[in-house]
C-alpha cells in the first residue's frame, strides 16, 4: 500500500487544508481518501482521524462542501484519487458515472464500496459487480456498508463484525487491516459475487423475530377461534384475522350465551389470552429440545443432520421466550388491574348486598376454593419469578458472566421448573371445571384449556428422557457413541 512520506510538498491549486500545516512528525500516519461528504463519509473520517490515519476527501465542490472532521483535506476527486492507494465510496449508485472518467487515476487503487440500495432486486447486478465493470483496472472490495453513520460516531465498534468481498485477495488484506486498526472484526465472504448478499444485509427488518412473531400472532388467532361464543365461525376466519375474529365475539358472545354481557366483559378476553399464549410460546422453546432427543435415541447417533425446520426453530428459541416473557408482563399488569374494573367492582359489591338482605343463611366458606386460589396464586407469583430470572440469563451482559454448566443449568433445568410451575397454575385455574359439560359450548375446549396440551406433551417428553435407562442411552450418544458403527470402521477394527 502507498504511504504518502513527502511532508515537504505543496498541496495542489485545487486543494483546500483544514488544518494548519505545523512540524512533521517522524512517522508520517497512512492517507486514506474518501469520496462522500455525506454524514457516512464525515462519520467514517472522523473515526479513520481518530484511529492514527490522515484523510483526504475528494468532492466536486472542494471549497463548498459544508463541515469536515478537523485535520481532514478536503481536495477535487482527481486530486484526492493520487494522494491514497485505499479510497472509500461513499456515494450512491445512481453517483457512479464519475468513476468511469477516471478510470485512468484508479487504476491499481483499492476501491471499498460502503453503498446499499432501498429495496431489494431493484438493479440487475450488485453495486459492487457495478462498479468494479465501470474500473476494470481497480479492485473493488465490497465492506463496511453494515455500518450506519451513527454507529461510526458514536457507537463502540470493539468486535463488531464486518463483512468482505472481493476479486483480490491483497485488496481485502489491506481492509481486513483497516478494520482491525478500527476495532472491526472483519470476516471474508469470498469473492465478488457475495456483494449482492452482503448487500440485502442491511435491508433486513429484525430478521430473528419474524418467524417468533408470526407464531404468536397464529396462536393467539387460534386461541381467539377458541374462547367463548362463535366458536365455528372462529375457527375459520379466526386464523388469518384475529382482530375481526374478537370483533365477532364482543358483539356475538351475549346472543349465544343468551345472558347479558356488558362491554367489559366482552373486551375482558383481549389481556385474559396473554397466560394462555405465554404458556405455549414457552413451551415451543423447549419442544425442539425433546424432538431433538427423540431423533437422536431414533437414529441411535448424534452425526446425522436434523431436518431444517427443526434447526431453524431451535434459532428462534431465544426470541420466542422473551415474547412469552413480555406477554407474562401483561398477564401480571392485567391480574393487577383487575380488581380496579367496573365489572368486577358490580359483581363484589352484588354479593355483599345479597349477603346484607340474606340475615338467615350464612354465606358459605368453601375451604376447597379458597385452597385452590391460594395455590393459584402462589404458583403464579413463582413461575413469573423464574421466568424474570431466564430473561435475565439470556441478555448478553449476564449470560456471558456464567460458565457453560451454570447457563444450561438454568436455562434447562429451571426452565422446565418453569414450564411446569406455569402448567400447573393453569390446571388449579379450571381444575374443576374440565369435567362440566357446560364448559365445552360447541363441543370445543376454552383456551386456558387448549393451553395445556403443548406444556403437558413438553413435559411428558422430559420425563421420559429422565429415565435411567433413556438418559444413560442419550448421554453416550452425545459423547460420540452409535449404535450403528459405519461398515468402514468395523473392517478397520476387523483388521486391527
Given at each position: 500500500m502507498t504511504v504518502v512520506n513527502s511532508t515537504s510538498e505543496m498541496l495542489k491549486p485545487e486543494s483546500v487544508s483544514l488544518h494548519p500545516l505545523g512540524a512533521a512528525a517522524a512517522a508520517v500516519p497512512e492517507m486514506l481518501c474518501i469520496f462522500g461528504t455525506g454524514d457516512l463519509g464525515r462519520s467514517l473520517g472522523l473515526r479513520l482521524l481518530q484511529s492514527g490515519y490522515r484523510v483526504v476527501y475528494g468532492s466536486r465542490r472542494p471549497h463548498s462542501c459544508g463541515p469536515l472532521p478537523q485535520g481532514s483535506q478536503v481536495m477535487s476527486h482527481g486530486a484526492a484519487a493520487q494522494s491514497a492507494s485505499l479510497i472509500f465510496i461513499c456515494v450512491h449508485r445512481e453517483h457512479y458515472g464519475f468513476l468511469e472518467t477516471m478510470a485512468t487515476h484508479l487504476a491499481g487503487k483499492?476501491?471499498?464500496?460502503?453503498?446499499?440500495?432501498?429495496?431489494?432486486?431493484?438493479?440487475?447486478?450488485?453495486?459492487?459487480?457495478?462498479?468494479?465493470?465501470?474500473?476494470?483496472?481497480?479492485?473493488?472490495?465490497?465492506?463496511?456498508?453494515?455500518?450506519?453513520?451513527?454507529?461510526?460516531?458514536?457507537?463502540?465498534?470493539?468486535?463488531?463484525?464486518?463483512?468482505?468481498?472481493?476479486?483480490?485477495?491483497?485488496?481485502?488484506?489491506?481492509?481486513?487491516?483497516?478494520?482491525?486498526?478500527?476495532?472491526?472484526?472483519?470476516?471474508?465472504?469470498?469473492?465478488?459475487?457475495a456483494a449482492g448478499e452482503l448487500e440485502d444485509f442491511p435491508l433486513q427488518l429484525f430478521p430473528e423475530w419474524s418467524r417468533p412473531l408470526r407464531v404468536a400472532v397464529g396462536l393467539y388467532a387460534w386461541l381467539s377461534a377458541s374462547t367463548r361464543g362463535c366458536r365455528p365461525l372462529r375457527v375459520a376466519v379466526g386464523l388469518t384475522a384475529f382482530f375481526f375474529t374478537s370483533l365477532l365475539e364482543m358483539s356475538s358472545t351475549g346472543m349465544l350465551n343468551k345472558t347479558k354481557t356488558s362491554p367489559t366483559e366482552s373486551w375482558s378476553p383481549w389481556p385474559t389470552r396473554c397466560f394462555p399464549l405465554c404458556l405455549i410460546m414457552l413451551a415451543l422453546?423447549?419442544?425442539?429440545?425433546?424432538?431433538?432427543?427423540?431423533?437422536?435415541?431414533?437414529?441411535?447417533?448424534?452425526?446425522?443432520?436434523?431436518?431444517?425446520?427443526?434447526?431453524?426453530?431451535?434459532?428462534?428459541?431465544?426470541?420466542?421466550?422473551?415474547?412469552?416473557?413480555?406477554?407474562?408482563?401483561?398477564?401480571?399488569?392485567?391480574?393487577?388491574?383487575?380488581?380496579?374494573?367496573?365489572?368486577?367492582?358490580?359483581?363484589?359489591?352484588?354479593?355483599?348486598?345479597?349477603?346484607?338482605?340474606?340475615?338467615?343463611?350464612?354465606?358459605?366458606?368453601?375451604?376447597?376454593?379458597?385452597?385452590?386460589?391460594?395455590?393459584?396464586?402462589?404458583?403464579?407469583?413463582?413461575?413469573?419469578f423464574l421466568y424474570v430470572l431466564l430473561g435475565l440469563t439470556s441478555l448478553p451482559s449476564v449470560g456471558g458472566s456464567l460458565s457453560w454448566r451454570e447457563f444450561n443449568f438454568i436455562q434447562s433445568k429451571l426452565g422446565h421448573l418453569t414450564l411446569f410451575i406455569c402448567t400447573a397454575h393453569g390446571?388449579?385455574?379450571?381444575?374443576?371445571?374440565?369435567?362440566?359439560?357446560?364448559?365445552?359450548?360447541?363441543?370445543?375446549?376454552?383456551?386456558?384449556?387448549?393451553?395445556?396440551?403443548?406444556?403437558?406433551?413438553?413435559?411428558?417428553?422430559?420425563?421420559?428422557?429422565?429415565?435411567?435407562?433413556?438418559?444413560?442411552?442419550?448421554?453416550?450418544?452425545?459423547?460420540?457413541?452409535?449404535?450403528?458403527?459405519?461398515?468402514e470402521e468395523i473392517g478397520k477394527v476387523t483388521n486391527l
Open positions: 483499492v476501491l471499498v464500496d460502503l453503498s446499499n440500495n432501498l429495496k431489494k432486486g431493484i438493479h440487475p447486478e450488485p453495486n459492487a459487480v457495478y462498479l468494479q465493470r465501470l474500473v476494470p483496472g481497480a479492485a473493488v472490495v465490497k465492506g463496511l456498508n453494515t455500518l450506519s453513520a451513527w454507529a461510526l460516531q458514536n457507537g463502540l465498534l470493539a468486535g463488531k463484525q464486518v463483512y468482505l468481498c472481493g476479486n483480490s485477495a491483497e485488496a481485502k488484506r489491506a481492509v481486513a487491516e483497516m478494520s482491525t486498526k478500527l476495532g472491526l472484526t472483519a470476516l471474508d465472504r469470498g469473492s465478488l459475487s422453546c423447549y419442544l425442539p429440545g425433546g424432538i431433538a432427543a427423540s431423533l437422536q435415541l431414533y437414529r441411535g447417533t448424534k452425526y446425522r443432520h436434523f431436518p431444517d425446520w427443526l434447526d431453524r426453530w431451535m434459532l428462534y428459541r431465544k426470541q420466542m421466550g422473551l415474547i412469552a416473557l413480555g406477554l407474562a408482563f401483561l398477564h401480571v399488569i392485567h391480574t393487577f388491574m383487575t380488581p380496579t374494573r367496573y365489572s368486577v367492582r358490580h359483581t363484589l359489591i352484588t354479593l355483599v348486598v345479597d349477603e346484607m338482605n340474606n340475615k338467615t343463611t350464612p354465606f358459605y366458606f368453601d375451604n376447597t376454593e379458597a385452597w385452590g386460589q391460594d395455590s393459584f396464586y402462589a404458583l403464579g407469583i413463582l413461575g413469573f390446571y388449579i385455574y379450571g381444575w374443576n371445571t374440565f369435567l362440566r359439560p357446560a364448559t365445552y359450548k360447541w363441543y370445543t375446549p376454552p383456551a386456558y384449556m387448549l393451553c395445556l396440551i403443548v406444556p403437558s406433551v413438553v413435559l411428558v417428553l422430559k420425563a421420559l428422557v429422565l429415565l435411567p435407562c433413556v438418559d444413560r442411552t442419550l448421554t453416550r450418544i452425545r459423547q460420540g457413541w452409535e449404535r450403528n458403527q459405519p461398515t
